[in-house]
């Protein structure tokens, strides 16, 4: 079978006609296997919904519970026959219950990425390179700029400056899903024991955590009664990005903007959003470890979505690895 | 080394004075010498090292690298020694250093690096860093130019509060010192004697004024104070010892390089204390927009020096030969001024005149009236003051003319830094120009500052509510003659601008007032504008 047979792009995501199913679909449709929970990846209104149990949580938490007519856990390993097409789902590293999809079917076999990472990340599994005919990778950090450095480094940093600034807030824009749960988690592994304070957008998913077992310490609501803005100094307030440019932000002493983000890495994208200590901690593979793993999976062929297709293409074509850019349309890197 | 990049990629970002001197004076301390003296070298400008072209970073990274791959990267940072720093590879794991070498190390191997090695040298100490920063700051060490937004100034301030001194200490020890500066930090750290002065056309520390304000000269008599114009140009001081010739800048740097037709004119020994100007064509006085031409430059061409001669209006002397007039009152010190000016060359030196009064009321009318466009007020100088450095109130006043404004219509905002980063402070305004019956606005200038906070809240709503349109951090707010935020805007002057669309640039604008009550279609018109820049 030819692998442009068993997956393609159409207007609704990744489709496989012999299965019957979409990877990640950004409309609703009939049947969805769902990688991961950010929300351009995971959308509500599918009929059927196939994820790991950790990701259908996810979108119960944030769409309610009504989010699909139907849905069915996806055991990680564990090989499920969609109309007698073979699916297995597979740590991606990207959050909380991340999964790449291999499909196979008559002798090929394809692993649609999703998004993942190879770094560890104390908040979710590792991800394990499967091999495979075809390689879906995501290339969000797809060129070779993109080197993300030691996490511990940049959590180091933060909370120097905490110590070097006491008396302003240190605020930490990190999304919601995933990112401000992994930069709690390695601040408490530096050592750090204070409270941190969460903006309401984190609550309820860093709970979600706490129940899965990732320890996330005394985490306070970031909302203050009249005339205790000094309560916040020197304090980590960790929030979704969007709070930052918003009059939420405008309750914390002179605050010292963050942002933990892979987009980091470049001096301009920190100084247009006006952030003065940028957090280079990414949930996405930076570039040597997308092509490592482009190399560990064995695949003769790689298909490049979401990201910097050109790079990646190229360098695929310079190591006699058969590539193609995927255009899948609105994927928007929520995680990052 | 990494110390030293870390402090470079947060100082870059860190938009508040207070907080860069924090990080300065924290990276003093912390860092050994002579790293740290290193470091205070590369930021002010006083590091010398053979420049790497960017050609040749350029081919260095060619040979490393598929050039296409490089190209992609290039041209997404944009700037090419980031973009370098970012994906240079780490060497083959035998080949690795075993630690990124120190700032000192660094600059010895590029200092001691002939013209032909710089590359090879260069290549082999960013194979030894091991992060990115590291990597970038080598390459800005060889490339020149930190651009990280700290001025000499600002460091020797960070020096003066890492020792718990006067800024004006540190700058006049200045010029007796060299790279690595181990006795200023010696000093500093109070285990050194301070420095000597090197005995050569050392800078003063300069006298400042304060603003008049509400009530000042009531409890003052106007016989003890003299009165002169206040000039728009440049304080400048000019020093000559036993053949050594200086021109500083206010602050103590050294601008004598970029005034030649100035210096020659330099026959005697003494320290005086004036405002650089420019002749105009016809021999009087040019205005400031003229003497840009001969600012910010540091060589000068011929033609430029013939188009634009400089020269000090002299308004006091502060030391002849051997003795230092600075202790004697001012009274004292213009007599002696008189005389000694009487024997300069009259088109390179001339004095400042006194102006008559008979009392504050005349005052206030005339500097509200100067008799030419580069002056700006009059100073107010009492006649029994000695010339002290710093910023005394009493001594000197001056007394500005009342800004100029004009009323202008708010067309893009862009969000603030720190504290501000949650707000859309910084505004840009425009006039209107073309027909009357058709006209469009032009952009004019830019301000940030001005308003109350509590205004700043207004108009920061007032953007969010009627942005058309955003690019980044910066919104587009509409703007046309029926909708639109009036702002009355007050500057200091204008000068002509090639760069701007308008045609002028404007000097020191801030918002005065928020005219919620003006219809933007009666805003100002460029041509009202232009009328000013030919006074
Ligand atoms: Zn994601």
Redesign the pocket.
């Known amino acids: 079978m030819r692998a442009k047979d068993l997956l393609h792009p159409r207007p609704e995501g990744l489709y496989c006609p012999p299965g019957d199913f979409f990877i990640d679909p950004v409309r609703p449709v009939d049947r969805a296997l769902i990688t991961?929970g950010?929300s351009d990846?995971a959308r509500s209104g599918h009929a059927h919904v196939m994820a790991t149990d950790q990701t259908l949580q996810i979108m119960a938490l944030r769409y309610g519970e009504n989010f699909a007519g139907a849905t069915q856990v996806a055991k990680l390993g564990e090989v499920i026959e969609v109309n007698g097409v073979k699916v297995s789902f597979h740590p991606a590293g990207?959050?909380l219950g991340s999964a790449q999809i291999l499909v196979e079917h008559k002798d090929c076999r394809i692993v649609a990425s999703g998004?993942y990472k190879r770094r560890a990340d104390p908040t979710c599994l590792s991800f394990t390179p499967i091999s495979c005919d075809v390689f879906i990778t995501e290339a969000t950090f797809g060129l070779p700029v993109f080197r993300h450095p030691p996490d511990t480094e940049e959590v180091a940093r933060l909370i120097k400056s905490t110590e070097q600034f006491p008396e302003r807030a240190h605020l930490v824009g990190a999304y919601a899903l995933g990112k401000a749960q992994r930069v709690i988690r390695l601040v408490r592994d530096a050592g750090y024991d204070r409270p941190i304070y969460i903006h309401g957008a984190l609550a309820k998913l860093s709970r979600f955590y706490e129940e899965q077992g990732v320890a996330l310490g005394e985490l306070l609501p970031a909302t203050l009664e009249k005339g205790n803005k000094g309560d916040f100094a020197g304090a980590i307030v960790v929030g979704p990005p969007s709070a930052f440019a918003d009059r939420w932000a405008r309750r914390f002493p002179d605050p010292v903007a963050s942002f933990a983000s892979g987009w980091m890495r470049i001096r301009q994208r920190a100084k247009q959003r006006g952030v003065e200590l940028p957090l280079i901690i990414s949930?996405h593979s930076d570039w040597d470890e997308l092509i490592e793993t482009i190399a560990e999976t064995g695949a003769s062929e790689v298909w490049v979505t979401h990201g910097r297709e050109e790079a990646l293409v190229r360098w695929c074509e310079i190591n006699g690895i058969r590539a193609q850019p995927l255009h899948l349309v609105g994927y928007e890197?929520?995680?990052d | 080394m990494n110390r030293f990049a870390e402090l470079l990629d947060r100082l870059v970002l860190t938009p508040s004075r207070l907080g860069k001197l924090k990080l300065l004076t924290d990276y003093f301390r912390e860092t050994e010498d002579p790293d740290r003296g290193l470091a205070l070298a590369a930021i002010t400008g006083d590091l010398t090292i053979n420049a790497v072209k960017p050609a040749m970073l350029r081919a260095l990274m060619e040979e490393r690298m598929d050039p296409v791959l490089f190209r992609y990267s290039h041209d997404y940072v944009g700037d090419l020694a980031e973009a370098v720093s970012l994906v240079w590879p780490a060497p083959e794991s035998h080949l690795r250093a075993n630690r990124t070498p120190t700032l000192s190390e660094v600059v010895e191997s590029l200092q001691t690096a002939s013209r032909s090695d710089g590359p090879r040298v260069l290549a082999r100490l960013l194979d030894s860093a091991e992060s990115a920063s590291a990597r970038f700051a080598i390459i800005k060490l060889v490339t020149g130019g930190l651009r990280i937004g700290v001025s000499a100034r600002l460091a020797k301030q960070a020096l003066a509060d890492l020792g718990g001194v006067d800024v004006n200490e540190v700058e006049e020890v200045w010029h007796g010192l060299s790279v690595p500066y181990l006795n200023l930090f010696a000093w500093l750290e109070g285990h050194g004697e301070k420095p000597e002065r090197k005995p050569e056309a050392l800078f003063r520390s300069v006298m400042l004024s304060t603003p008049v304000e509400n009530n000042d000269l009531e409890r003052l008599e106007p016989e003890h104070y003299a009165a002169e114009w206040k000039w728009d140009g440049i304080r400048v001081q000019v020093v000559a010892e036993n053949g050594i010739k200086r021109l500083y800048s206010r602050t103590g740097d050294d601008v004598s390089g970029a005034f030649p037709d100035l210096m020659d004119a330099v026959q005697f020994d003494a320290a005086i204390d004036g405002e650089l100007l420019v002749h105009d064509k016809k021999g009087g006085t040019g205005t400031f927009s003229d003497l840009q031409q001969r600012l910010n430059r540091k060589t000068v061409s011929a033609k430029v020096m013939e188009d634009y001669p400089v020269f000090v209006r002299v308004y006091d002397l502060l030391q002849e030969g051997e003795e230092d007039l600075r202790p004697l009152p001012f009274e004292e010190r213009r007599k002696r001024l008189e005389r000694f000016i009487s024997e300069l060359d009259p088109f390179r030196f001339d004095l400042s005149p006194l102006v008559e009064f008979s009392d504050w009321h005349d005052v206030d009318d005339k500097r509200k009236r100067p008799p030419h466009p580069v002056i700006e007020g009059v100073m107010l100088k009492r006649w029994s003051a000695p010339y002290m450095a710093g910023r005394a109130k009493g001594p000197w006043f001056k007394w500005k003319r009342d800004p100029y404004t004009v009323d202008a219509v708010l067309m893009y905002a862009q969000r603030g830094h720190g504290k501000r980063s949650s707000f859309y402070s910084d505004y840009t305004f425009g006039v209107w120009t073309g027909p009357e019956e058709n006209p469009e606005l032009v952009p004019v200038g830019k301000a940030y500052f001005g308003f109350t906070d509590a205004e700043l809240k207004q108009i920061d709503k007032y953007v969010r509510d009627h942005t058309i349109d955003r690019f980044g951090p910066v919104r587009s707010v509409r703007a046309d003659r029926q909708s639109g935020l009036v702002l009355e805007v007050a500057f200091e002057g204008l000068a002509r601008s090639t760069r701007h669309k308008s045609g002028i640039a404007m000097r020191f604008p801030r918002v005065s007032r928020l005219r919620w009550d003006k219809p933007p279609a009666e805003a100002d018109r460029l041509e009202s504008l232009e009328s000013l820049l030919d006074r």
């Open positions: 991961h950010h990846h990207h959050v998004d949930d890197d929520e995680g």
